[in-house]
């Protein structure tokens, strides 16, 4: 009703019915078709590839100067551009990162279980061993 009400007085916000309890991947890709919808949008992909870049360029210059917050914000933006680039793709964001979840677990597992054949475990192991493990788990997919 609020928001009806808000309509009717000229002050809705086209963003307006996108649940704040939606995951934040999913709430990103729908405030973003939202936005598209009234011509807020990138024209191509290679677009929001470059929006992506310059957003990953921000971070990196906000990891060198030390200040949390504007780590924090800046890697909020490239997250949100990596969303809207899932848009351009055709990609379910929240799809595609529990996919890659479950390839992270698998692949972590496998490395667990050649070093408990190997009588050590992660935490005995060097980086190095499990980069190498990490690889082969990777290799077993294809």
Do not use: C
């Not at 009717?8 to 934040?24: F, H, W």
């Not at 996919?99 to 972590?108: G, Y």
């Not at 061993?129 to 294809?142: F, G």
């Amino acid at each position: 009703k609020q928001s009806e009400r808000k309509r009717a007085a000229g002050k809705a916000s086209i963003l307006d019915g996108v649940p704040r309890e939606l995951p934040a991947l999913l709430r990103a890709h729908r405030l973003q078709e939202k936005a598209s919808r009234v011509g807020f949008d990138w024209k191509e992909a290679r677009e929001v590839v470059k929006k992506v870049e310059e957003e990953f360029a921000e971070l990196r210059a906000a990891m060198e100067s030390e200040q949390p917050e504007r780590v924090e914000a800046e890697l909020g933006d490239l997250l949100f551009s990596l969303v809207n680039l899932s848009r351009f793709v055709a990609v379910n964001p929240e799809e595609a990162l529990r996919k890659t979840i479950a390839r992270f677990i698998a692949r972590f597992q496998y490395i667990e279980e050649e070093l408990a054949h190997r009588g050590t475990t992660p935490g005995q192991a060097t980086l190095e061993e499990m980069d190498a493990l990490w690889a082969e788990a990777k290799a077993r997919e294809r």
